[in-house]
């Protein structure tokens, strides 16, 4: 695997503290800044990768159904229901579950996490306990990958140099390969008003999980870097606008719920009202302007480069 330079043209941690460290597992003289060669926020060094792996072999992560039904509409607009779509880091299979629904017979995921145990009791498509780097080596030994579309849900902010991981995937896809990813939006323009009002830490910096950073334009620059060009984009609700009118979840995270409450109602009452269509258009707009929680992107291979 190749390796940058990693030359940080601005600082937001040196070192991160142990507050943001907030499984109790805790790493000394790591720094977060903005790389310039990479194009977008991570920490430096990277932890190491046996460390990863320990870490997410005994930890599952949390999947949020809404947002895997919204990611699930947004690809199913982009791919056509025969293409094969392979789910890396598809935990309990909630997102290929998604994908069924609405009418993908080809469906593959693979996981380390403990939850590839039950989607393999799902009933339909194929899981594998498997890493993203498995997956790569096995598409790289064959010289084909297993799908036309790959799904990393909030995946790309979590592994160690995302940029080698993209141009890998790119290599393995076929030339009308689809990517399909989820991730935070961080250091946003709300969150960085909410941060500036109110003097907070930023809260969304959480270590060991998150070693990448990434904005609407860091994440398109990175897969333009990678050969990938955006073909669609939408956001998830803002949930920093609850913040700025002092729903202050992060101080008080009884208020979580209360939030997230709200947004679901908004959400259910636009569909309610029949116009899931507005919905859409509402958070692509929102998109396009950088706002939102979690960037959804689907992307396709450009064409030689990478
Ligand atoms: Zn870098």
Redesign the pocket.
């Known amino acids: 695997m190749t390796t940058?330079q990693?030359r940080f043209s601005s600082i937001v941690y040196d070192p991160i503290p142990q507050s943001r460290w907030p499984r109790g597992y805790f790493v000394d003289g790591l720094k977060l800044g903005f790389?310039d060669?990479?194009g977008f926020h991570?920490v430096?060094p990277y932890p190491d990768d046996a460390v990863l792996k320990a870490f997410y072999s005994q930890y599952e992560m949390p999947t949020a159904q809404a947002n895997l039904a919204e990611t699930a509409r947004l690809l199913a607009q982009n791919a056509s229901p025969a293409s094969t779509i392979v789910d890396i880091g598809c935990g309990d299979g909630s997102f290929l579950k998604e994908m069924h629904a609405l009418g993908f017979g080809n469906l593959v995921g693979f996981d380390t996490s403990p939850g590839i145990e039950r989607a393999k009791q799902l009933g339909f498509g194929r899981f594998f306990n498997a890493s993203v780097g498995e997956f790569l080596a096995r598409a790289e030994e064959t010289g084909r990958s297993e799908g036309d579309a790959v799904v990393m849900i909030n995946v790309l902010e979590h592994v160690t140099e995302p940029l080698a991981l993209l141009r890998r995937l790119h290599r393995a896809l076929p030339d009308d390969g689809v990517l399909c990813i989820t991730v935070p939006n961080d250091f946003s323009p709300l969150q960085r008003a909410f941060l500036k009002a109110k003097g907070h830490e930023p809260w969304f910096v959480w270590l060991p999980d998150h070693l990448n950073y990434f904005s609407f334009e860091t994440l398109s620059t990175a897969l333009k870097a990678s050969g990938f060009e955006v073909v669609d984009q939408s956001a998830l609700y803002p949930m920093e606008l609850f913040l700025l009118q002092d729903l202050d979840y992060i101080a008080d995270p009884a208020l979580g719920p209360v939030a997230h409450a709200r947004r679901v109602a908004f959400e259910d009452n636009m569909k309610a009202a029949g116009m899931t269509n507005t919905l859409d258009h509402f958070y692509r707009t929102l998109a396009a302007g950088g706002y939102g929680r979690d960037i959804m992107v689907v992307a396709r291979k450009a064409g030689g480069a990478g």
Do not use: I, K, L, S
Request: net charge negative.
């Open positions: 940058t990693h790389c060669d990479c991570h430096y």
